[in-house]
């Protein structure tokens, strides 16, 4: 059984950056593939970005391609989400989420997704 818990969030102007942690439990070496999520108030949640174990693949929202990195560190287990140039439309609670079946073609559907986090806020002011 896999326990996440986000940290890193916070406020920040429009054009900075911000780099959330995701630390993993309950197991010695991270082996799933595990995600970004966001929900903006009022909104559903949304896929950010997905890592494949041994980062071998990565996928991004259209959204946040070429501002966001997934990554992670396996001697920390230890997921990352470096944030750059935030917009206001990046204001979210950010959730990291890991599968227990690794699904990389439906990697930003939630039913895909037995682990989750309780979320870190980011508000992104303009």
């Known amino acids: 059984q896999l326990q996440l818990e986000e940290s890193g969030g916070g406020s920040v102007q429009a054009g900075g950056s911000l780099r959330l942690s995701c630390d993993v439990s309950g197991t010695s070496t991270i082996r799933s593939c595990v995600a970004w999520f966001r929900q903006a108030s009022g909104k559903e949640r949304e896929g950010v970005a997905h890592?494949?174990?041994?980062?071998?693949?990565?996928r991004y929202a259209d959204s946040v391609v070429g501002r966001f990195t997934i990554s992670e560190d396996n001697a920390k287990n230890t997921i990352y989400l470096q944030m750059n140039s935030l917009k206001p439309e990046d204001t979210a609670v950010y959730y990291c989420a890991a599968q227990r079946y690794c699904n990389i073609q439906d990697w930003d559907s939630e039913w895909t997704y037995h682990y989750w986090g309780h979320g870190t806020p980011v508000t992104v002011a303009s």
């Open positions: 890592l494949s174990p041994l980062s071998t693949s990565r």
